[in-house]
């Protein structure tokens, strides 16, 4: 028998293209199923290696490794942003219905009776001043992401630290709305923590480690460091989107390990149980370059990352 369903389910697409539908059941149970046109198509792919291509409905912890781990890892931090943008809750669902227009990779999240259509040629959103720019980056405590309720502005960015995303068009940044991708992610400095731990050095770090594993020949974000009046700021590129010559603004599909290996974000760090070199090695075999990929993973692990855990 099929779970009932109160929730109304979110079209999942990929550059224009209905990939599936994630649903939430009324048990608060996240479920994914494909589309049968997608499945069809010559050049389909999968959202996650994890989730392969099939018409059968997917549930459970493959589902909610791949799409929680699309969203900001801290639980104080989606509860706040469930709170800035009236999300009915912070699971993956009801985030991702609220914010999951722009995210890591390709992957887009539209209500079924949105008017929002994917239009790769049209930029539309707002053009910012720097002082505009540094009022958003000084207001990232309170506004998480930059996101309010009133905007047409969202985006889900994964991880800990303090950013925001923006795009760069026409030699301008700009705040985006409705489908179009931003171009860059904003990571603040991140200054004096609670416990005495002075990171006020976090950009110029983390821009200094980019470019020490570049001076080594292996491929890095194009990154630099702005400075918004008073506000310092790592500008890095996103290596998810890609110019076309035809000037259309491509999202490129992609995943993280834990995506692949289905591990939650709960366990995304080795020392609470995620993976560790020996998983990442092992399913690197699939790569279409396996050798370099394998290559750059123990150089991260020699400590050449930028600065990430």
Not at 83 to 92: I, P, Q, Y
Request: with cysteine; charged share 25%.
């Amino acid at each position: 028998m099929a779970r009932r369903r109160t929730h109304a389910p979110l079209r999942v697409l990929l550059n224009n293209r209905l990939v599936g539908q994630l649903s939430k059941a009324s048990t608060g149970a996240i479920e994914f199923q494909y589309d049968l046109q997608w499945l069809e198509w010559e050049h389909a792919l999968p959202v996650s290696l994890s989730l392969p291509l099939r018409e059968d409905v997917y549930r459970g912890e493959a589902v909610a490794a791949v799409f929680e781990n699309l969203l900001p890892d801290s639980d104080v931090l989606k509860r706040r942003v469930a709170e800035r943008v009236g999300a009915a809750g912070t699971d993956a669902y009801s985030l991702l219905a609220a914010i999951g227009r722009d995210c890591i990779g390709a992957m887009q999240f539209m209500a079924a009776d949105s008017a929002d259509e994917e239009d790769t040629t049209t930029i539309k959103g707002e053009p910012l001043t720097g002082a505009a720019i540094e009022t958003l980056l000084r207001g990232l405590s309170q506004s998480p992401l930059g996101l309010s309720r009133e905007e047409a502005f969202r985006i889900s960015v994964a991880g800990a630290q303090e950013k925001t995303a923006l795009l760069r068009h026409k030699s301008r940044w700009w705040k985006p709305a409705g489908t179009t991708p931003t171009t860059h992610i904003f990571k603040k400095q991140i200054g004096r923590l609670p416990n005495g731990l002075d990171l006020s050095d976090s950009v110029e770090n983390e821009f200094y480690c980019l470019k020490l594993v570049e001076a080594f020949g292996l491929p890095v974000a194009k990154a630099e460091i702005h400075t918004f009046g008073d506000t310092k700021a790592l500008v890095i590129e996103r290596f998810d989107r890609r110019w076309t010559k035809d000037k259309r603004l491509l999202r490129l599909p992609q995943e993280d390990c834990c995506q692949a290996l289905s591990i939650p974000p709960t366990r995304k760090y080795q020392s609470e149980g995620g993976p560790g070199v020996v998983q990442i090695m092992s399913l690197l075999k699939g790569s279409d370059q396996p050798t370099a990929d394998r290559i750059t993973v123990i150089f991260q692990v020699f400590d050449a990352n930028p600065g990430l855990a």
